[in-house]
């Protein structure tokens, strides 16, 4: 079965430390997965894919074809990074989604 | 360009009566998805449609349903509310070509009582 796992839901650091929020899979062929955020009193936002590679807010992910992660790093975390991250695997027209994981960084 | 709009932001029913939601995406995006967000069970996958044919649906019963009009704008419509369809639903829009972004509206709340 296609699921998407978020062990935790929340996660709580101190500014300037570094944040790992992880994101394992499951799913037969090459999946397609995404970072979502929502800030407070925002709609859900795309933060990264994995197809691009690129590094949006500091934030970097790498998926992990042997582990089946999608783990979300940043090496130092900021104040305005609180917020509630998902990771989503795109199929067929649908995105599943993890619980999602309540980030909060303490200042 | 404008995002994608849904409409109302917030609804109260009674069970036993119908609701109809109302999601238009950006323009130019021909596909448009819903989620129902509930803090016990998350985001999950209601239905997809593009150029009004519903390419996938999700696990719940046949009182949700939904269509898509020509111009991409979709409505969902939920029959005989029952105290469990309160949540957020979400309208997503995509282009329709695989693996892009999807676009979030702001959500409908609907509370049944």
């Known amino acids: 079965a296609q699921r998407v796992t978020q062990p935790e839901k929340l996660l709580s650091v101190f500014k300037g430390a570094p944040v790992e929020l992880k994101c394992n899979y499951s799913y037969s062929g090459s999946p397609e997965l995404f970072w979502y955020v929502q800030y407070s009193r925002q709609r859900l936002q795309l933060l990264l894919r994995h197809i691009s590679r690129e590094s949006i807010k500091g934030f970097t992910a790498d998926l992990n074809k042997g582990e089946t992660s999608f783990h979300l790093k940043k090496p130092f975390a900021q104040e305005e990074d609180s917020a509630m991250y998902y990771c989503a695997l795109d199929s067929n027209y649908q995105l599943i989604w993890g619980a999602g994981t309540k980030l909060i960084i303490k200042p | 360009k404008a995002g994608v709009t849904q409409t109302p932001r917030y609804l109260i029913k009674t069970r036993g009566q119908q609701v109809t939601l109302s999601c238009s995406p950006i323009s130019g995006h021909r596909s448009v998805s819903w989620y129902q967000q509930t803090p016990g069970q998350g985001l999950q996958f209601l239905f997809e449609?593009?150029?009004?044919?519903?390419?996938n649906k999700g696990n719940f019963p046949g009182r949700f349903s939904g269509r898509q009009f020509s111009n991409s704008r979709s409505e969902m419509n939920v029959s005989t509310l029952e105290l469990g369809d309160s949540a957020l639903y979400l309208c997503?829009?995509?282009?329709?070509?695989?693996?892009?972004?999807?676009?979030f509206g702001q959500g409908t709340r609907l509370t049944v009582v």
């Open positions: 997503a829009s995509r282009t329709g070509t695989g693996g892009n972004e999807a676009f």
């Open positions: 449609y593009f150029s009004e044919t519903q390419r």
